[in-house]
């Protein structure tokens, strides 16, 4: 039933989006983080 | 007034109550949003008329108010000004890389990052606790029929919460498919502050045009970043992320219906530059016949746009002739059986000529106006000069007719095996319009709106001798689509042929002329310069059949293809769901049909959610999975070979177009005959055969190998 190719790129995909939201969390954090403070 | 309250329907007065909760919401949660509608119209006032007296040069009175930011109070912690701006960034550069904001980053984040590491885990032990219970409870025999008794009692839940469903299901359509829609939309658009965007937007556009104050472009992002951050809070995070889903889901599924359509133009492309006669080969399953298929599915509609367009340029030629009333007269023509082929179509409109020419050397000009339609030819002529040549009124009948029976011709497959079409060809009584729409199509319409070809009776393609003695539909073939599988089984290659005699009494391969007729076709199928007619062969080797016959088409190679692509983006997600149980679900499958005959809650519950999700796993594969072949096209002057992309979309191709065991009719009604099958064939009774199990295999080598021995033996 499952697509071996396609379900390949699906756990590749989600790791590339999991790394993704990390950064940006963390890029939003700092810059949230360097507002309060200024 | 009774009546008039039988007929109302309660579901508006729950409706009403709905509307007037999300109003008393607006009024008393979202006032924020009621201050910057305030705000919005007020700058969009004062900028209109910045606008319009800058724009007249007159004196500006009223200042734009859109330069400003609002007065709303809200949590919102961003630089108002583009220097803190330009400062903030480089500190964040500059902190992105220090060990103390990382620090403080995962200490923030500790307890997001804890929750979903322990949530992992903890479904992770579900998963195996689960998984050990299913063995465990699975692999307990079972050979009764019934059915447990907690499944009993989940079916009994399961049909009470049915009516609930129903009726939730019925009101949200009852209220998405009415006003109540536009109206929930209107007002929730209105609390989520989206009209204080759009607002915003075109206030500082009238104000920008007039003024170019690039300076002010930082507080309009602040402005914009300050109505998004209202809009943000204006709901929960999970009502956003529910929404985000719903969205996104419409999306991609719009989206995988443009790429099947783009894929579909691009295959209209590809067929539209096909010669008359094109020769599928391939080995078996290699997917020839569906590609054949396909392509006579897309040349129909070519066809069809191919004679409209046509229509329309003569129709231009002539715009003051009543086409329409012409229409109108073929309709009646065929059905009076006047009208039944293009042939007929001419000698008609030829013999109209005649009258008309008539008419005008007897100086009867009302008779030749009748005879022309009505047409005012003295006031509009009889003929279009195209900067070419001069064409007459009556050629263009002529042609129009012509194209117009190809256009409306509903079934023009002649096939040797059935193909289903659905074009739907409507008409309100004027001109009709074809619908080729072969992806949205609904599996219930199928057996009302299909029609399944002609029959190919052979004996239209043989200028020569017919099968058929006085065979009434010989020489009758003008155009159309002709289809024919196996053509290697029909047509013999030289060797196969070299017995038969050219000047035989009976109808042979030599005799027949069917390449010649072949090699004709497109004359009697051309109208306005354009070919309707195109024939598409099948065989597994070109080889087979003779060279005179297979060199008269295009070949085209099929066999190189990816398979099981998808046209929807975004459904990975689904994917790796599919990857992840798909080893579960087949040993669970197994084991549950290998040690119960009957059935458990247990087994009723996987099999109904997550056997439900590969169906609909596989629906959604149906609706966007294709193929993507690549045909081997041979140049027949050079001895090249080009490769060409066709997307095979599954939704249009395997909604039963055809069957690939189209000849199973012939097997099947001989093994009705018979009392023996697969079951009662004699086995081997050890791995050295005997001499008298090899006697079974009815072989000539065997027989062969028999008769030496028997003959070594008697000597």
Redesign the interface.
């Known amino acids: 039933?499952?697509?071996?190719?396609?379900?390949k790129?699906?756990?590749v995909?989600?790791i590339i989006i999991g790394v993704v939201l990390i950064v940006l969390?963390?890029?939003v954090?700092?810059?949230?983080?360097?507002?309060?403070k200024? | 007034m009774k009546k008039v309250l039988k007929k109302f329907n309660y579901k508006h007065l729950i409706a009403i109550a709905i509307t007037l909760l999300f109003l008393l919401l607006s009024v008393f949660v979202y006032k924020n949003s009621f201050i910057r509608i305030k705000e919005t119209g007020y700058d969009l006032y004062t900028s209109f008329i910045y606008n319009f007296q800058t724009l007249s040069n007159s004196f500006v009175t009223v200042p734009s108010s859109v330069t400003k930011i609002s007065s709303v109070d809200i949590s919102f912690?961003?630089?108002i000004d583009w220097e803190?701006f330009t400062?903030?960034?480089e500190?964040?550069w500059k902190?992105?890389f220090t060990e103390e904001?990382?620090f403080?980053?995962l200490e923030?984040?500790s307890d997001v990052y804890l929750i979903l590491i322990t949530l992992a885990e903890l479904i992770l032990i579900v998963v195996l606790l689960l998984k050990n219970a299913i063995d465990k409870n699975i692999e307990t025999v079972n050979t009764t029929l019934t059915e447990t008794k907690p499944l009993k009692v989940f079916k009994r839940l399961e049909d009470k919460f049915k009516p609930i469903k129903k009726w939730f299901k019925d009101f949200w359509t009852f209220c998405f498919s009415g006003h109540y829609k536009t109206i929930w939309l209107f007002i929730w658009l209105y609390n989520l502050n989206v009209f204080a965007i759009i607002g915003e937007f075109l206030a500082y556009y009238f104000y920008f045009v007039a003024s170019f104050d690039i300076g002010n472009l930082y507080v309009q992002v602040y402005k914009l970043l300050f109505d998004v951050a209202i809009m943000l809070k204006g709901l929960p995070l999970i009502l956003w992320l529910i929404l985000a889903v719903i969205v996104l889901n419409k999306w991609r599924k719009n989206k995988g219906y443009e790429n099947l359509e783009h894929f579909e133009r691009y295959n209209t492309g590809f067929v539209k530059n096909l010669p008359t006669v094109n020769v599928f080969y391939g080995l078996m399953g290699g997917g020839k016949g569906q590609i054949m298929t396909d392509i006579t599915l897309t040349t129909n509609k070519i066809f069809r746009s191919n004679a409209k367009e046509t229509l329309q340029k003569l129709d231009r030629m002539f715009i003051y002739f009543p086409f329409a009333v012409l229409e109108q007269e073929y309709k009646r023509l065929v059905r009076t059986r006047v009208i039944y082929s293009l042939a007929t179509i001419e000698s008609y409109v030829r013999k109209r000529k005649k009258w008309f020419e008539r008419a005008l050397s007897m100086n009867l000009k009302k008779s030749a106006r009748y005879i022309l339609y009505g047409y005012d030819f003295e006031k509009y002529g009889l003929t279009y000069d195209n900067n070419l040549y001069l064409q007459d009124i009556f050629e263009v009948i002529e042609e129009y007719l012509k194209a117009y029976r190809i256009y409306t011709t509903v079934e023009m497959n002649i096939t040797n095996y059935a193909i289903r079409s659905d074009g739907l060809l409507q008409d309100v009584g004027n001109f009709p319009l074809w619908d080729f729409d072969f992806f949205t199509r609904k599996s219930a319409d199928i057996p009302y709106i299909s029609r399944y070809g002609k029959i190919l009776d052979q004996d239209i393609l043989r200028m020569g001798k017919t099968i058929k003695k006085d065979n009434p539909f010989a020489n009758t073939l003008e155009y159309g689509i002709v289809v024919m599988t196996e053509l290697d089984k029909e047509r013999g290659n030289q060797f196969v042929l070299q017995e038969l005699k050219a000047k035989a009494d009976d109808t042979n391969q030599k005799n027949d002329l069917f390449n010649f007729g072949l090699k004709l076709d497109r004359h009697p199928s051309t109208v306005d310069f354009k070919p309707y007619m195109r024939i598409y062969f099948d065989l597994q080797r070109i080889g087979s059949t003779n060279s005179d016959l297979h060199e008269c088409g295009n070949h085209l190679g099929v066999g190189k293809k990816n398979k099981?692509e998808?046209a929807m983006p975004l459904?990975?997600?689904e994917?790796?769901i599919?990857?992840i149980f798909?080893n579960f679900?087949?040993a669970f499958f197994d084991k549950s049909k290998y040690y119960h005959s009957n059935n458990t809650l247990l087994i009723h519950l996987i099999k109904k959610y997550l056997g439900g999700f590969?169906n609909y796993?596989?629906k959604m594969y149906n609706l966007y999975g294709y193929d993507l072949h690549f045909l081997q096209m041979e140049d027949m002057l050079s001895g090249q070979v080009t490769e060409h992309p066709y997307y095979l979309c599954y939704k249009k191709n395997h909604a039963r177009r055809y069957y690939t065991d189209s000849l199973v009719d012939y097997f099947r009604q001989n093994a009705l005959k018979k009392k023996v099958g697969l079951d009662d064939y004699p086995e081997y009774k050890g791995v050295k055969a005997t001499k008298e199990e090899f006697a079974m295999q009815n072989s000539y080598f065997q027989h062969n190998l028999n008769n030496v021995f028997d003959s070594d033996i008697k000597e």
């Open positions: 039933m499952k697509n071996n190719k396609k379900f790129g699906a756990i995909k989600i969390s963390y890029i954090f700092t810059f949230n983080n360097v507002l309060t200024l | 912690v961003f630089p803190t400062k903030a960034i500190l964040t902190a992105l904001n990382l403080a980053y923030k984040f099981k998808f459904f990975f997600i994917e790796f599919a990857g798909d679900y087949n590969y796993y596989e």
